[in-house]
Nanobody, 124 residues
Framework: GLQVAESGGGSAEAGESLRLSCSVVGNRYGGICMAWFRQAPGKEREGVATIYTGTGSPYYYDSMKGRVTIFRDNTMSTVYLEMMQLKSDDTAIYYC?????????????????WGQGTQVTVSS
């Protein structure tokens, strides 16, 4: 299977930017779908963005559309989430997920592999 690990979380002030990284180990599939989800206290997990690493094609959920960019490196083993104009509502645990099966799913339950999550805290 795939091993997924996030890094780059931390604290930021409202209006600042933060970049998260997600690395995948054990990929023997070539292009795979990778995604960022987040979960705030007392709320359901929601999607932020997905990317198919084979083409770099992104998809953005409504949660942070217009304030985030997802992209991957040339090895297709690391994906980044650049978050801009952060708000206090963006405070959450951010999870990276990966799935090798065909088209990128949109629901979190359709992603097979998950990282442990990284905390992002935005203060106003």
């Amino acid at each position: 299977g795939l091993q997924v690990a996030e890094s780059g979380g931390g604290s930021a002030e409202a209006g600042e930017s933060l970049r998260l990284s997600c690395s995948v180990v054990g990929n023997r599939y070539g292009g795979i779908c990778m995604a960022w989800f987040r979960q705030a206290p007392g709320k359901e997990r929601e999607g932020v963005a997905t990317i198919y690493t084979g083409t770099g094609s992104p998809y953005y959920y409504d949660s942070m559309k217009g304030r985030v960019t997802i992209f991957r490196d040339n090895t297709m083993s690391t994906v980044y989430l650049e978050m801009m104009q952060l708000k206090s509502d963006d405070t959450a645990i951010y999870y990276c997920a990966a799935d090798p099966r065909g088209n990128c799913p949109t629901l979190p339950e359709n992603f097979r592999y998950w990282g442990q999550g990284t905390q992002v805290t935005v203060s106003s």
